[in-house]
């Protein structure tokens, strides 16, 4: 079993569309969790970037950690075509020395 | 955050020859990491450069195929060598802050072998 599940999709959605992508992870030590959105053919660009448990929001963007269930959730409101990229989670139980990543979640965005 | 520039964005290369990839930082930063991302996977990290001495590698990967230096705190290099078509993938450098828990990164070094 992987340390982080992360589903791989594709996942398609039309434009406006509210967008969750989500992982489970089993190492109850992760504090740190953070997610990155990477274009085609760029590096991986941080997206969010919370600890511990709670909501954290950024314009469009809401991330959500619930440790008690292992669980976090990015959500995109008003999804846009330009969101179409491949989302990554990724943990770190206490410092940057120490990142576990997801294996990505491709999404388009259909106008 | 950081800005992060690679060396080549991407190359051609023949089996058996070696290349070397370098990270360019805007600023000094604590740490820098090197990852590969294969075809349609996540980042698996290589190894952590460290400054002024030899580079910690991850399980899986050694020094003699993936040498690194990091002279200083906004420089490194990683080498590809003797390569084969398996080593075809995106290098990715990053980096971290001390005071920070998260990584970021370049834009990466599309590679193929032929």
């Known amino acids: 079993q992987k340390e982080v599940e992360q589903d791989p999709g594709p996942l398609s959605v039309p434009e406006g569309a509210i967008v969750s992508l989500n992982c489970t992870y089993s190492?109850?030590?992760?504090?740190?969790f953070m997610w990155y959105r990477q274009y085609s053919r760029k590096g991986p660009e941080l997206l969010m970037y919370?600890?511990?448990?709670g909501n954290k929001e950024d314009g469009r963007f809401t991330a959500q950690v619930d440790k008690s269930s292992k669980y976090i959730s990015l959500f995109i409101r008003d999804s846009q075509p330009s969101d179409s990229a491949t989302y990554l989670c990724?943990?770190?139980?206490?410092?940057?020395?120490?990142?576990?990543f997801g294996s990505g979640t491709q999404l388009t965005v259909l106008p | 955050s950081a800005v992060i520039s690679q060396k080549p964005s991407r190359d051609i290369c023949q089996r058996g020859t070696s290349l070397t990839i370098q990270c360019q930082v805007d600023s000094q930063v604590t740490m820098m990491f090197w990852y590969r991302q294969q075809p349609g996977q996540s980042l698996t990290l290589i190894a952590t450069?460290?400054?002024?001495?030899?580079?910690?590698?991850e399980s899986g990967f050694v020094i003699d195929k993936f040498p690194i230096s990091r002279p200083n705190l906004t420089f490194s290099t990683l080498t590809v060598s003797n390569m084969s078509p398996e080593d075809s993938s995106i290098y990715l450098c990053?980096?971290?802050?001390?005071?920070?828990?998260?990584?970021?990164f370049g834009p990466g070094t599309r590679l193929l072998v032929l």
């Open positions: 919370t600890y511990s448990s």
């Open positions: 450069a460290n400054q002024g001495s030899e580079a910690t590698y």
């Open positions: 190492n109850s030590a992760f504090q740190y």
């Open positions: 990053s980096v971290g802050f001390s005071s920070q828990e998260t990584q970021y």
């Open positions: 990724a943990m770190s139980p206490t410092s940057a020395r120490q990142l576990t």
